[in-house]
């Protein structure tokens, strides 16, 4: 069973940039695309972008400016960097696996960041 | 950009039948496929519907999504209702650049 765990530091500072990794484990990355969810406390999911194998990304317009997502297939990990954070980007995100690039089929558990001085 | 919209929330009885609506605001809801994600309490979301109307494997068939172009809406119906199918249900698709939109999110009660 495919199994995606998110890690990173669950408190960030205003400004600074939040960074988390996704483990994929009991599958590979390879020919699948990785995408990144957040949902802030008490609201809606809010896609931030994916990342195919090859590297190709795709990001949300709203955060395009402060995002990156990088993969390393070697390790099956996929990372998500953000820059400048804000209360805003307080959070649980969440990475997703799929085999197409609009739909994910397994998700990681979570992992909350808030972003607070 | 589009958008869809879902009614804030809905309630019905164990047993019976409910039906979550989201209506696309500009473009043809078969344009895109359309998938839905279910959120529990403290638990991640699960996929329950992509394409449509496809089920992954492990979704009981008690799941069903589908289109109607008459009201450029998709609906996830549950049927047998189960007082553990009371979560938060999001529909999402995406546009031409393939940028995903989701839904506001609609909370089932099951009472």
């Known amino acids: 069973q495919v199994q995606l765990q998110e890690s990173g530091p669950g408190l960030v500072k205003p400004s600074e940039t939040l960074s988390l990794t996704c483990s994929i484990s009991g599958g590979s990355i390879g020919n699948h695309y990785c995408s990144w969810i957040r949902q802030p406390p008490g609201r809606g999911l809010e896609w931030i972008g994916y990342?195919?194998?090859?590297?190709?990304?795709n990001y949300n317009p709203s955060l395009k400016s402060r995002v990156t997502i990088s993969i390393d297939t070697s390790k099956n990990q996929v990372s998500l960097k953000l820059r400048s954070v804000i209360a805003a980007d307080t959070a649980m995100y969440f990475c997703?696996?799929?085999?197409?690039?609009?739909?994910?089929?397994?998700w990681g558990q979570g992992t909350l960041v808030a972003v607070s001085s | 950009n589009f958008m869809l919209t879902q009614p804030h929330s809905v309630s019905e009885s164990p047993g019976k039948t409910v039906t979550v609506s989201c209506t696309r605001s500009?473009?043809?809801?078969?344009?895109?496929?359309v998938q839905w994600y279910q959120r529990r309490p403290g638990s991640s979301p699960r996929t329950l519907i992509y394409?449509?109307?496809?089920?992954p494997s492990g979704v009981p068939d008690r799941f069903s999504g589908s289109i109607d172009s008459s009201s450029n809406s998709a609906s996830l119906t549950i049927s047998g209702l189960k007082t553990e199918d009371e979560a938060d249900y999001y529909c999402?698709?995406?546009?031409?650049?393939?940028?995903?939109?989701f839904g506001g999110g609609t909370s089932l009660t099951v009472l």
């Open positions: 394409e449509d109307n496809r089920r």
């Open positions: 500009s473009g043809s809801i078969a344009s895109n496929y």
């Open positions: 999402q698709s995406y546009d031409s650049g393939n940028l995903w939109v």
């Open positions: 997703i696996r799929g085999k197409y690039s609009y739909v994910g089929d397994f």
């Open positions: 990342i195919y194998d090859s590297g190709y990304t």
